[in-house]
């Protein structure tokens, strides 16, 4: 009892530092500041455009909610169904071209030649460009009239070859040029081109790092066994990127469904609404009409999608992490 | 307790304990809240000066932006108030002026295009009082309607820019050619022009000023509209029908294909380039061959829209500054208005854009400028001729929400592609009931 009466009682500063020396506790404390920025810039915003999503909100208004009154909408028209068939089909396209050639290059890389390092290096230029810039630049070479392209095409569908008196090439006459971002089928294809172009090096780069983790034994091995280049390239290097390799296409399809800088750029959609994008399309409505219950609509309608996605990308990393 | 003091580390001056890191990243994050709970929060009215922030378009005309700059700096002088000007390109505005009124904070006067008003109602100051003094009794229809919503005015009409055809003299005479009056006769024009390598050069992307300022006015002149005067949408009907037809025709006959995929400045470019022989435009390009290119400024002129069956119709739409709702410097602001408005002020500018902005008060119709240069006589009579989009009902949000989808934009888009007008009108019928509905 004496004992008891002659221990002070622990000071507030002292039952803090007991706290902290608990491990559950003290990851709890290390873990909030990271969990603040993810509330206050992930969780928020989010939650917000659910919210606006299921109103009748209008720039400067509080607007009133209308449960699912703007997707009714939506499904109602042709403009946004337009804009979701497009932005599946553009990311599809997009990434399966990112992927092959990605890897084209990265096999092509991962050899061993003069200035590799330097080649290496100048293949992730057009990762690196602020993509607003390189845009631009697009821009002026698909442009209608003055493209660089076109007046290369041009001169060469006119210009007479011929070698010691021999035509090889006669003049073929005015030759106008693709219109790369007039024509709707081939405005689709340029705005495609432009996004592979600029994210081929994030999926070379990616697998070459992968292909250099690959133990040069496993070659050999092969190469006793006989196997043919395509064949070591289908039995030995596949399988063992295959993890980074789904890692990289999983999170470039969220980067490309939700992409928003090229087409605002090169077409804002048009012509006709055939390169409108799920993205651009609520930039539209939410930001340009002021119709911000539709625009969260539309934007929040990528969601599930995205989440297939993403949902499939950590089953996957789970039962590799088992394995 | 002698192996316990054996395995702890001696301290260093640069190792930091598990204890102190949690207290003084505490005590960072503590300091980080507070510094954004002040800065988000509104600094005390005391330690406010008296500024005003002016956000408008970059003009197509230099010296336009430059008188602006002026009168702000002369503002500046005669009432101590510090304007920053800010110009951006018009396709920036809207989204612009939607998260300043969403987030409360931004330019206090925003020089609003078209309706836009309509758009932003909610966002703006009620100019009442300043469209009483300012624009009186004496101001277009139009503009009084593109700024007053629910009878509340939310914005004070300024000027406009007028748009016109703008062609080559020089290879209509030597084509025997005359301006077109309708439009078959800018049809016979325009395949004329096409077999001399000079086509007829119009944009029908998705782009804010040339594309709807061709489109709409030709749905109009075959009787064609959005919506009735009740604001029903009737643009399915014949006399659509009739103007996708004609479109097609033109297109094929008359136009540069690569039309489809131009902005707002790609006519500029293509015309000045001498790669078409005509186009609707501002007087912008007019101004620069004057500047630049002198012998093809001699070769040009300008005729107003074609007439068809409907009548003869131009968009038209006023530029309007207006005092947000959330701007602490209102009165500030409506002196600064004041003082774009204040007669000299509003003469100089509209001398220096030569011709390529007009008044919006029959006064100005008898402007010195518009008698200094006979190519440009033409734009003072757009007003005549003008309408707002969502003709014949009345211009509202809706409209404003039609025209920034490009719903009749892409009709004629649609139409020159080949595909049938009667489809396209039940599909724009469809798209617009979305809307106004």
Not at chain 1, 292 to 320: H, S, T
Request: aromatic share 12%.
């Amino acid at each position: 009892m004496q004992t008891q009466q002659s221990t002070p009682a622990p000071s507030l500063r002292e039952k803090i530092a007991t706290a902290l020396e608990d491990q559950r506790v003290l990851g709890y404390v290390l873990m909030t500041p990271a969990l603040l920025l993810i509330l206050i810039f992930i969780a928020y915003p989010f939650v917000l455009g659910v919210w606006m999503s299921l109103t009748d909100k209008i720039v400067g208004t509080p607007g009133v909610f209308i449960g699912l009154g703007n997707y009714d909408k939506l499904f109602a028209s042709d403009i946004f169904l337009t804009a979701a068939w497009n932005t599946v089909f553009f990311t599809t396209v997009a990434t399966v071209f990112k992927a092959v050639l990605g890897m084209w290059l990265a096999v092509l890389l991962n050899r061993k030649f003069r200035f590799a390092n330097i080649t290496r290096a100048t293949v992730l230029l057009p990762f690196i460009v602020p993509t607003v810039l390189s845009t631009l630049a697009w821009l002026w070479m698909f442009d209608a009239t003055f493209s660089v392209f076109n007046w290369t095409l041009r001169w060469l569908w006119q210009v007479d070859i011929s070698v010691f008196g021999l035509v090889l090439k006669e003049n073929w006459g005015f030759f106008r040029g693709p219109l790369w971002l007039g024509d709707p089928g081939m405005a689709m294809t340029s705005v495609i081109l432009v996004n592979v172009w600029r994210g081929l090096p994030f999926f070379a780069i990616s697998f070459l790092a992968a292909l250099q983790t690959i133990p040069p034994d496993l070659y050999d091995a092969a190469d006793i066994d006989g196997a043919t280049g395509w064949k070591k390239f289908w039995h030995v290097t596949l399988p063992l990127i295959k993890p980074v390799a789904i890692v990289v296409i999983v999170f470039s399809i969220v980067v490309t469904f939700a992409d928003f800088q090229l087409v605002y750029i090169l077409t804002r959609g048009g012509p006709n609404n055939e390169t409108h994008l799920l993205a651009t399309l609520a930039y539209q409505l939410g930001m340009g009409s002021g119709n911000i219950g539709q625009g969260a609509a539309v934007a929040l309608f990528m969601l599930p999608l995205l989440a297939v996605v993403i949902v499939f990308q950590l089953w996957y990393l789970r039962r590799e992490g088992v394995r | 307790m002698k192996k316990t003091e054996q395995h702890t580390p001696a301290p260093s001056p640069s190792s930091v304990t598990r204890r102190d890191f949690v207290k003084k990243s505490t005590t960072a994050i503590g300091a980080v809240v507070a510094a954004g709970a002040f800065l988000g929060g509104k600094a005390p009215a005391y330690a406010q000066s008296r500024k005003l922030h002016y956000l408008q378009w970059s003009s197509f005309i230099p010296d336009a932006d430059t008188e602006i700059r002026r009168q702000a700096e002369e503002f500046t002088k005669a009432t101590g108030v510090e304007v920053t000007v800010e110009m951006i390109n018009q396709n920036d505005m809207t989204p612009r002026i939607t998260a300043a009124i969403e987030s409360g904070q931004g330019a206090d006067v925003v020089l609003m295009i078209n309706n836009q008003p309509h758009l932003f109602a909610n966002g703006l100051s009620d100019h009442g009082s300043l469209m009483g003094e300012l624009a009186g009794g004496d101001l277009y229809d139009w503009a009084n309607g593109a700024v007053t919503v629910d009878g509340v005015a939310r914005a004070v009409p300024l000027f406009n820019i007028g748009n016109a055809i703008v062609y080559r003299k020089d290879v209509f005479d030597e084509l025997g050619l005359a301006a077109p009056n309708t439009w078959a006769d800018y049809l016979t024009v325009g395949k004329a022009l096409k077999g001399a390598n000079l086509p007829v050069g119009q944009t029908l992307g998705h782009t804010f000023g040339d594309a709807p300022s061709f489109a709409y006015p030709l749905l109009w002149s075959f009787g064609g509209m959005e919506v009735d005067e009740a604001g029903k949408v009737v643009v399915d009907s014949p006399e659509t029908h009739q103007a996708l037809e004609f479109c097609k025709e033109f297109w094929d006959a008359a136009c540069d294909p690569g039309g489809l995929a131009w902005d707002d400045t790609s006519n500029n470019r293509a015309f000045l380039g001498q790669t078409i022989g005509a186009t609707l435009n501002g007087a912008s390009i007019y101004f620069v061959a004057r500047r630049k290119f002198p012998d093809l400024a001699d070769k040009l002129a300008h005729v107003n829209n074609p007439e068809g069956p409907g009548g003869r119709y131009h968009v038209i739409g006023p530029r309007s500054p207006a005092i947000m709702g959330y701007s602490e410097q209102k009165d500030a602001a409506a002196d600064f208005v004041r003082f774009l408005f204040q007669e000299d002020n509003f003469s100089q500018f509209i001398s220096v854009n030569s011709g390529y902005v007009q008044g919006l008060t029959s006064k100005w119709e008898s402007h010195p400028v518009w008698s200094s240069d006979p190519a440009l006589g033409i734009f003072s009579t757009n007003a005549k001729y003008g309408r707002s989009y969502g003709h014949a009902g009345p211009w509202n949000r809706a409209s404003g929400e039609a025209a920034e989808k490009y719903i009749v934009v892409d009709m004629f888009a649609r139409a020159v592609q080949g595909e049938d007008p009667k489809a396209i009108a039940a599909w724009a019928q469809k798209e617009l009931e979305n809307v106004y509905g």
